[in-house]
């Protein structure tokens, strides 16, 4: 390794972990709650070799129905919390570890494909440019800065590496007739196995990796001129890595139609606007947006001839026109359109995938325009003198762009702010002072994104804390629009339920928890809540049953257990009482429901030694409760 090639590791060593310094002090934000901190597969350490073999991505999420398939990643997750427990910062250093080294292998491989398309040595300053915009790149912000981003980065470090040692096993066999060496084909199969286990750890760590097996096949016939036997290795991995998936998670497909529900040409006409508008963020990376969905600034197309549609095809047709005429004359600019798109393809919504437009989608297909850049401007020495300002502009936007993602609150405080018509924003910046328990402007948030746009998922956020509230009518009326969206939602008869038993319509009450039940049998909470209700009524009987019936599909439920200790304290069977607050208690030894009346049994049965040792836990629990004085009374 030259002197110039060591300084400039060093560079964009600093440069790359400087950018992203800050994040590290960020919280858990967006999805990282439901895939990161409160997921319990990464707290498990037994789980590494079920990981494997888990549809499991997240612990629960708004997005139902979404398997995905990303082991590696839930690996990674988990191999953090077994080390250094699952705190955020260790978690964001991972990522902005993970980053630097992208950047670094980001050098070589554009080092490699300048040596290969030129065909001449020394092209250090042009690598170093291109690893220098990749690593203070805006758009990058978002999978380095999040947590979840991890799966994008993995997948590019992967895929670097496997398309790096295939281009070098490529040269490698082309030369090795004119190589006197007596081993000249090991150190091409070593490339090549290389190659192709970083191709199937990359498919562990995201699907969108597929499209590195496209890219190899166009590379070879439009830069190689000929199909090698090759690529057969690496279409083994990937109908491996399908038949992995598919026993896996129980199914090829794993996207979600929630955003993107319309037919395939309206897809293709929307996202032909999306794919233009991924270019411009490549060149203007502003606004950024942590959540574009189907946005103002990109709307759903219905037709070809709307003018935006046309100008996007137009504009698309020119550059891979462009591309293919100078595929001989600048295959730089060939190769770097070639690999933009063809990481783009698998989120490009032919087979909706869950998500409209988003800046991680760029993470990858970004070194096509990195590598673009590097060379161009270093060809050109009035572009040369002002990279420097794009780059330290660049830089800037990151480092405060990582400021952002702090927490979710300043992240949907920025987006509400910037994108006042994004419906998800005001819905997640709600569900922020709904975990400040401020009803109101959970409320108002709530009913803002509602006004934006009606979805199942708000209007039943917005029911539970209406009601909660004691606003059961308005509740009622937004689980009325919710059941009209979607009529076999379980939760929204349960809830409406819920509301009918708080106004007193028993009738309506009981039906609801009915069609709840018949919806969804195997829910465990419904039975739980219907026992509730029971209870309430003073009909113990029709209680116990639901209760038992809780346990029996779910022996884990710990409020069930508490609701038939109460069903048998009602009666004065305090010993059978005891016995199943008990059994709360070794489910969920928090449960404070099942302490206090577990507290309150002791001291009925006499056993104060007992209650007073279990309310010196209560107190630490629940140190606010009035309650606490008289449990303290009836111990002496």
């Known amino acids: 390794m030259s002197k110039k090639t060591s300084i400039y590791l060093i560079v964009l060593f600093f440069i790359s972990s400087g950018v992203y310094f800050n994040s590290v002090f960020n919280k858990f934000a967006f999805d990282d709650v439901h895939i990161v901190e409160n997921n319990p597969l990464v707290k498990k350490p037994l789980s590494f070799v079920g990981l494997f073999f888990k549809s499991e991505y997240g612990a629960q999420t708004d ?38 080294v992208n950047v670094l292998i980001v050098f070589f491989l554009c080092r490699q494909l300048l040596v290969f398309f030129y065909k001449k040595d020394d092209f250090e300053t042009e690598a170093f440019l291109c690893g220098l915009f990749f690593a203070v790149h805006p758009v990058h912000a978002e999978v380095v800065a999040g947590i979840v981003g991890r799966s994008e980065i993995l997948a590019g ?24 060496t007596p081993n000249k084909n090991l150190i091409p199969n070593l490339y090549y196995l290389i190659a192709i286990l970083c191709f199937f750890l990359a498919l562990l760590s995201k699907e969108n990796s597929a499209a ?68 411009k963020l490549m060149f203007v990376p502003y606004p950024l947006n942590p959540d574009w969905g189907l946005s103002d600034v990109i709307s759903v197309s219905q037709t070809f001839f709307e003018p935006f549609v046309i100008l996007s095809f137009i504009i698309l047709t020119a550059v891979f026109f462009l591309a293919y005429k100078n595929i001989k004359t600048n295959p730089v600019f060939s190769f770097s359109i070639l690999w933009f798109f063809a990481f ?42 002002i990279a420097p300002f794009i780059l330290v502009i660049f830089s800037f936007i990151t480092v405060k762009q990582n400021t952002i993602w702090k927490n979710n609150m300043s992240l949907w405080s920025y987006t509400t702010e910037k994108f006042p018509k994004n419906w998800r924003a005001f819905w997640e910046l709600g569900k922020c002072y709904r975990t400040e328990k401020n009803a109101d402007e959970t409320i108002k948030y709530f009913k803002k994104s509602i006004s934006l746009r009606e979805t199942d998922l708000v209007l039943y956020d917005l029911a539970v804390e209406l009601r909660k509230k004691g606003d059961c009518p308005s509740a009622i009326a937004s689980l009325n629009k919710l059941i009209g969206i979607d009529g076999k939602n379980a939760k929204a008869y349960l809830e409406r339920a819920k509301c009918y038993g708080n106004t007193g319509d028993y009738k309506a009450a009981v039906s609801d928890f009915q069609t ?100 010196e836990k209560y107190k630490n629990l629940n140190s606010d409760d009035p309650k606490i004085r008289q449990l303290e009374a009836g111990i002496l």
């Not at 437009?357 to 040369?384: M, Q, T, V, W």
């Open 516 to 615: 709840a039940a018949l919806l969804s049998p195997k829910d465990d909470n419904i039975f739980y809540e219907t026992g509730r209700f029971y209870i309430l009524r003073g009909d113990l009987s029709s209680a116990k049953n639901n209760f038992e019936k809780a346990v029996q599909l779910n022996g884990k439920n710990a409020n069930a257990f508490v609701g038939l200790g109460v069903c048998f304290y009602q009666i004065k069977n305090f010993q059978k009482a005891k016995n199943y607050f008990s059994e709360a208690l070794k489910i969920d030894p928090k449960n404070t429901e099942a302490m206090y009346n577990l507290i309150v049994v002791h001291i009925l049965l006499g056993n104060k030694e007992k209650a007073k040792s279990l309310l």
């Open 63 to 100: 997005f139902a129905g979404v398997k995905i398939y990303r082991p590696l990643v839930m690996v990674s997750y988990l191999l953090t919390n077994v080390f250094f427990g699952n705190e955020p910062f260790w978690h964001h250093l991972g990522n902005v570890i993970l980053q630097t």
């Open 212 to 279: 590195l097996l496209g890219l190899i096949f166009f590379y070879e016939i439009f830069f190689n001129k000929k199909l090698s036997k090759s690529i057969i290795g690496f279409l083994g991995i990937f109908i491996l890595w399908l038949i992995i998936k598919y026993f896996a998670i129980g199914g090829i497909f794993t996207g979600s139609e929630r955003y993107f529900k319309e037919g395939l040409s309206v897809r293709v006409f929307t996202m032909s606007k999306a794919l233009v508008f991924y270019i």
């Open 157 to 180: 470090l992967f895929c670097f590496v496997s398309f790096l040692f295939f281009v070098k096993h490529a040269e490698q066999t082309r030369n090795k007739n004119t190589e006197l």
């Open 344 to 385: 783009l393809f698998p989120v490009s919504n032919i087979i909706p995938i869950g998500d409209f437009i988003a800046e991680r989608f760029l993470y990858i297909p970004s070194f096509g325009f990195c590598l673009f850049a590097g060379d161009l401007i270093h060809r050109n020495k009035k572009l040369l003198k």
